[in-house]
């Protein structure tokens, strides 16, 4: 059963950073694609960015290019998302996802972890 945990969000000040976490078990993710989406209030679901399990490659929505970087701890079957240079636009529940490369929904979720950028 594959099962996706994410953890470190919290209150911030603009300007400042968040590292999140994703747990990912269940399976082996080589093979995977990996990727971040948030929801703010009121919004639909955004997604943030992805990285391949298995190459590593990334790629991230305009509105954080620059600011957030993904990366992969293999050993640790984890999935991290730097976050600097926080806005208020930036609030938002973050959640992890997972779907085959092969594939162009994701099938697995994390709950989520809430965000909050305080001015």
């Known amino acids: 059963q594959v099962q996706l945990v994410e953890s470190g969000g919290g209150l911030v000040q603009a300007g400042g950073s968040l590292r999140l976490s994703c747990a990912a078990s269940?399976?082996?993710?080589?093979?995977?694609?990996m990727g971040w989406f948030r929801q703010a209030p009121g919004k639909e679901r955004e997604f943030v960015g992805r990285i391949s399990w298995s190459t590593g490659y990334t790629d991230y929505a305009d509105s954080v290019k620059g600011r957030f970087t993904i990366s992969r701890d293999n050993a640790k079957n984890t999935m991290y998302l730097q976050m600097n240079s926080l806005n208020v636009e930036d609030t938002a529940v973050y959640s992890c996802a997972a779907r085959s490369i092969v594939s162009r929904e994701y099938a697995y979720w994390g709950q989520g972890t809430q965000v909050t950028v305080s001015s």
């Open positions: 269940g399976r082996t993710f080589s093979g995977y694609v």
